[in-house]
């Protein structure tokens, strides 16, 4: 697929983006390459739904940057917004498998997307955008990373746009005092709220759903769709809040599962849907995602969610 270059993309994403590296289930010295990155997954998912969307961040120079910016090309993800920074790398990541579960090794500190700063900005696109979707890990790789999602949020809803924003805790890059005072000033800038059950608990304390969504909404949030795995979603607004169930499927594989939700979920509020509409299709959406392995090839694309939708 061909380059995207609508002047002003609906959907913008921003954060860093990875390539993984993940241990063959046969030969443990053998590696299996593919992407990872949550708000690179969103962005492709939000795009295979059919809205135009771009990636705002940083890569290296260096052949894993360029397999990053050929993979956003052939998903028609507008990369005009991508600086290549000759001076740091590109993140790269590993998994490993054992009897205790998968394990994650990164190597990603002094990356080229964690050397972002406000003034690499694409202030046009933001001012253009209609939503710009960060998450917990866009504001933990770095302090100047962390001051340019502010500065990004600030701009995009000063233009008339809405951000929408994923917990994505990762402890591993910031410690838990820091994430919870960060986070609660990110929903103050927060129009669509995707948290997933173990992230919120932990940021807020709280373990009853309804006061979850209380007190994200009394932070100003507009919409919350609370991830619940198996469960489904509950899709809470100010004046109204629902399950919404979830779509039963045989998974095999959940990688990206709630990036995919969230891509999906957003597209469909782009698209002109009411949020539990837009829950309903990014159910379905995240679930045929888990049918096959990875994180963005089994991402399905608008017209298959439909179909499912429409059965």
């Not at 290549?84 to 009897?99: L, R």
């Not at 090794?105 to 964690?114: C, E, I, Q, V």
Request: proline share 4%.
């Amino acid at each position: 697929m061909t380059q995207a270059h609508s002047p002003n993309p609906q959907v913008l994403a921003m954060g860093e983006a990875m390539v993984e590296f993940n241990q063959s289930p046969d030969d443990a010295r053998q590696y299996l390459q593919g992407f990872g990155g949550d708000t690179s997954n969103f962005v492709i998912a939000a795009r295979r739904q059919g809205v135009s969307t771009g990636f705002v961040s940083a890569v290296g120079d260096d052949l894993f940057g360029r397999m990053l910016l050929d993979l956003w090309r052939e998903e028609a993800v507008d990369t005009r917004y991508v600086r290549v920074d000759a001076q740091a790398p590109t993140g790269v990541y590993f998994v490993s498998h054992d009897e205790n579960g998968h394990h994650f090794d990164y190597l990603r500190a002094g990356s080229a997307a964690s050397r972002y700063r406000a003034q690499d900005l694409p202030r046009e696109a933001l001012a253009g955008a209609s939503f710009l979707h960060l998450s917990g890990i866009s504001l933990a790789i770095s302090a100047n990373a962390c001051d340019a999602a502010f500065d990004a949020m600030s701009k995009i809803r000063a233009a008339g746009g809405k951000v929408s924003f994923d917990t994505n805790l990762r402890l591993k890059l910031w410690p838990l005092a820091r994430a919870r005072a960060t986070m609660r000033e990110a929903f103050r800038l927060t129009d669509v709220c995707l948290p997933s059950w173990d992230d919120v608990t932990a940021v807020t304390g709280l373990e009853d759903r309804d006061a979850i969504l209380d007190e994200l909404l009394s932070h100003g949030v507009k919409v919350v769709a609370l991830k619940l795995g198996r469960e489904g979603c509950y899709v809470a607004t100010p004046q109204e809040r629902r399950i919404v169930a979830p779509y039963p499927v045989q998974a095999i594989d959940a990688t990206g599962a709630g990036d995919c939700f969230g891509g999906a979920f957003v597209a469909r509020l782009a698209l002109g849907d009411d949020p539990f509409a837009a829950a309903r299709y990014a159910n379905v959406c995240a679930a045929l995602s888990t049918t096959g392995y990875g994180a963005v090839a089994p991402v399905p694309r608008a017209a298959q969610v439909l179909r499912q939708l429409a059965g």
